[in-house]
């Protein structure tokens, strides 16, 4: 099986990433856009500043980390289900973080399959 796992850089965002609600409101509308199931999550607050706040979904995860200092957010996305869109999923987190920033993404394929013996 062939997966996504999407990283993308989000910078200029609104001053709602130094919210952890704001965050977590915005990851799990990202989940319900991607079409994953929410199972969990957990958020990290740092000092001076800083949050890192992970969605765990029944397809693997949304992760992301904040630095408000440069207004940036760094999205990790990986869907166990190539059928649901990471896309979707980094478009609904954007447009409620960073509505006016750069988005920058990368892909990364993962083949998921048992070990030759």
């Known amino acids: 099986m062939r997966i996504r796992q999407v990283l993308a850089d989000m910078r200029d965002c609104s001053a709602a990433i130094e919210d952890e609600l704001a965050l977590r409101d915005a990851a799990l509308a990202g989940a319900k856009a991607g079409g994953a199931t929410i199972i ?7 000092v001076p500043h800083g ?7 029944a397809e693997s995860h949304i992760m992301l980390t904040t630095w408000p200092e440069y207004k940036m957010v760094l999205v990790d996305v990986l869907l166990c289900n190539p059928d649901m869109s990471e896309d979707a999923t980094i478009d609904e987190i954007a447009r409620l973080l960073c509505p006016d920033g750069l988005v920058e993404r990368s892909y990364v394929t993962r083949q998921i399959e048992p070990l030759e013996k």
């Not at 969990?40 to 740092?46: K, L, N």
């Not at 949050?51 to 979904?57: D, G």
């Open 40 to 46: 969990g999550e957990h958020a990290q607050r740092y």
């Open 51 to 57: 949050i890192t706040l992970v969605v765990f979904l």
